[in-house]
């Protein structure tokens, strides 16, 4: 492909998020030979955009998601294509459509379960025929979660049945865009089978789900563990079943770590009154209304105090491990960082043997975590390997 105008084009750059992105993309491209592009439908605002960036100016595309041929067009010219354009359940399929028609790889910041199955059932077989990778879940939602469990379930015994735990901690606010699709995801009821293997990607080993139940934390993460029904678990589990490093069989659970009981029983009871609100069409009228705007988010100044951290917990032939996946603001500045590294490693680091429908530790691995590393996200062993009693 190497008569395509551009090696990445990130769309949806006039966004709040897009634009996070185009200017970690700025900064790591400048003085290289590494052809991009910002597009979107407003070619003023791309231009405006474009102005503030630092260094060389990327080239500007204009598209519309309405306009099929359009888009086609778009990913014919370029390698790799980056998007932030969302909720993804009503704007995403079209872009996918385009870069399996045009053998274009693809990468997105979803959170959203029902549009991570509509990816893998509808394209996964036609984009692994075709050799394009598309990898969804390339933000907070699931790269420290997908990438963090690998990192510890390889620091196991092999031959034993593996479990995991992970409990995550985080400071700060959705943006616009991210509110809008939790309020998708839940108003459609589920997962939408978002942890079923793609046909095309075969069994390693068996899987499955720790009870989603709340208890007090491993001594490692004080506090309470409280299950999170996120697409977290369901992409931890399917690069489970298809890599290696995961152990003769794999456990896996996910867990908001809360540190009092009442806080516990408050965030439940919230967030069963969300989620009952987001399922009737009246009150979730209202909610979208009382959500931040699609492209709003806080400034650097609130960015700069928040923070994240995923302590995970795995146990496996006698041993225990204690590890921990942490970094600056969940939401925007370290999304906007792992989505440019997605599209940066789809460009540079090789194909390697895998296309289709994938979650980030299957397209893109370790270079991947390399490059988030050298970035400054942080893999850290806080309790080695040990047997169980000694660790």
Known sequence: MTDRDHDLVVLGATGFTGRLVAGHLARRLNGTTTRWAVAGRDRDRLAALVADLPGEAPDIEVVDLADPAGLRALTRRTRVLATTVGPYARLGEPVVAACVDTGTDYADITGEPGFVALVRDRYGAAAHRAGVRLVT?????SVPHDLGARFTARLLPQDADLQVRAYVHASGRPSGGTAASALEAIASRGLGG???????????RPVRSLPARVHRADAAAVGYGVPLPTVDPAMVLRSARALPGYGASFAYGHYALVRRLPTVAAGVTGAGLFA??????????LLRRALPAAGEGPPESVRARSHFSVTFVGRGGGQRVVTRVSGGDPGYDETARMLGEAALSLA??????LAGALTPAQGLGDHYQRRLQHQGLRFEVLVPAAAEGRA
């Not at 046909?199 to 390693?204: I, K």
């Not at 009952?276 to 009228?285: I, K, N, V």
């Not at 540079?348 to 043997?353: I, N, V």
């Open 137 to 141: 879940c390339c933000g907070f939602d």
């Open 194 to 204: 978002a942890g079923r293997p793609a046909a095309e990607t075969p069994e390693v």
């Open 276 to 285: 009952a609100a987001a399922t009737l069409p009246p009150t979730r009228a």
């Open 348 to 353: 540079q680091d090789g194909r390697g043997d």
